[in-house]
C-alpha cells in the first residue's frame, strides 16, 4: 500500500503540508535543495501505513485491509524441527505448502537454541524407536563431516552440529518446491465467520501482510496462532536456560543413564573425552561445568536449565537473555581457572532463548502421564516416543494435533495436547519430528479429501507414516 511519488512531488506536497525538513533532523530543507533534489529523477516512496493513533490515553489500531502475500494449500507456522518436518512432508503429498520462520535461519531451537542432543530415541531396551523423518535428518547429517556423532551407540544419543542441520534445511527448502518466508513473524490468525482457521497475518520487513491457507499448522512451539484464533490451550511455565557452545575444551561433563535433561541431576560426574560419552544433556547454570562434547572437534554444548520463568511475558524473556549471558560469561571465567582449561573460550551463546514449554493445546485428546505409564495403545497412533527420565516409551495419539473445537488447524511440536508431565518428553526433537511429520501429511491428506483436521482417515495416515519409515509401536 505505498505510493510511489517523484521526489518533485514529495517536495510540493510537504511543503505544502507546512514545512519540509532533512530526513533525521528538524533543520528546515531550503527551497533551493528541495528543488535540486527533485532533478535527479529519483522515486520517492511514501507509505500509507494507517498508524496506530493516539485517542487520550488509549492507543487503537485502526481498521485496514492487508495485502494478501500468498494463498496456499498448507500453512505451516515456525520453522523448528516440527514445521520443518510438517511442511516437508506435507509437500511430498503433492500439496502446496507455505513456511513462515520468524528468525533468519530454520531449525529453532534445534539450530538457534543450539539444542544438539537427539534425545528419546529409544525404549527401555536400548532400542531404537522413532525412524521416519528423523532417521531421515541423522542419514543426512551421517554424510556431513562434523554433521553428527553417536550414532547407533545406544544408551548414548547422537549429537549434532547445529550449522549442519541449519544447511540441510536451507538446501531442503530449496530443493523440495516449499514455499519459504523467513525473517517473517506470524502475529495473528485469520478466521471466517464460522470461526474456523483461513490464514495467518504476518509481520515482516515487508509491513503487514496475510497468508490465506486451506489447512493451518501451528509449529510455533508457543501455539501463537491457535491462541490468536481462539482455541483453548493451558499456558504452563518451565525452566527457561540459554545453551552455549564454548571452544579449546577437552572436559566433558558425564551424565549416565537416563534423566531428564531439563532437572538438575545428583549423579553426574566430569571425565575426559574418550572415556565415554553422557548418554544426556548434562544441565549446567554457572557452576563451571564443560557441557558435553559435540561433533566439532574442542567444541562443547552446555545446556542449562535456568529457572522457572514465563515464556508468553517480554520482561521475562528481556531479563533472562540479558541475565543468562552474564552467567554463561562467568560459568566459563570459572572453567578457565581449572589447571588444563586456561585456553578454553566461549564460542558463542544461542541466538535464541532456551524456551521449554509455554502454551499446551486443549485437544481432541490430552495425552496423560497416567497412560503413558500404563502403555496405553491407541487406535489412531501417529507417533512414538522413546523412553525418557522416569518414564517408558509411548504412543502418541493423532487427537494431540487436534484442537477440540477450532477448525482446519493442527499443532505439532511442544506445543501439542498433553498434560505437562508428557508434555516435558513429546517437546523434545525427535518427537517433535515425529508429531510435525504426522502433523503435515494429516495437513495434505485434508486437501486431498476434502476433509477437516478432525475428520481426516486416521488408516490412511498410518499407512503413509509407515510408507515414510515412521515406526508407531
Ligand atoms: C534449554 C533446552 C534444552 C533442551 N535440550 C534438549 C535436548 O538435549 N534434546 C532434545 O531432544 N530436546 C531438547 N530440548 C527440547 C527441544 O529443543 C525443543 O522442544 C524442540 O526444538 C521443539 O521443537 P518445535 O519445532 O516444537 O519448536 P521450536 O524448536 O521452538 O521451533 C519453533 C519455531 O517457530 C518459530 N516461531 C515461533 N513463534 C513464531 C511466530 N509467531 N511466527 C513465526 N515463527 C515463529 C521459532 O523461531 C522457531 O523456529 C531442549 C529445550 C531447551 C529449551
Redesign the pocket.
Known sequence: MAKKLTRRELMQHSVAAGGLFAAGSLMPVSPALANQASQDGAEITQTDRSPAVLDHDKVVQPRRELPVLKKTGVLV???????TAAAFSAKRMGVDVTL????GY?????T??L??????LYDRNNKQVIFGFTEEMMKKLDVMKYGIIDRHKAPVYPTFDAEAMKYILADMTLSSGITAFLD????DAIVDGRGAVRGAV?ESKSGRQAILADIVID????G??YAAAGAAFEKVKHN????SRIGNIEEVDMAPGRGS??LPREHTFVGKIGTGRPSM?RVSDFNGHAGNSTPAPHVNWL??A?PVGDALDVENLTELELRHRLGTWNNVEKLQKKPGNEKVYLTETAP?L???LSRLLDGAKKLTYAEIQSGAKFKDVIGYSGAYALAPEFQIPYGCLVPSKLENLLA????ISAEFKVADIT????V?WAT?QAAGLAAALCIQDNVKPRNVSVAKLQKLLHEQGAYLG
Open positions: 507456522v515456525g520453522g523448528g524441527p516440527a514445521g513462515v520462520e520468524r528468525y530454520l531449525g529453532g531451537l534445534a538457534g537454541g539444542v544438539l542432543g537427539i534425545f528419546p517473517c513473524w506470524g502475529v504476518f509449529c510455533s512451539g508457543d501463537d496462532i527457561i536456560g540459554l545453551i535433561e531439563g544433556g545446556n542449562m535456568g535464541q532456551g524456551v521449554r505439532a511440536g511442544r506445543c517437546r523434545l526433537i525427535p517433535c510435525g
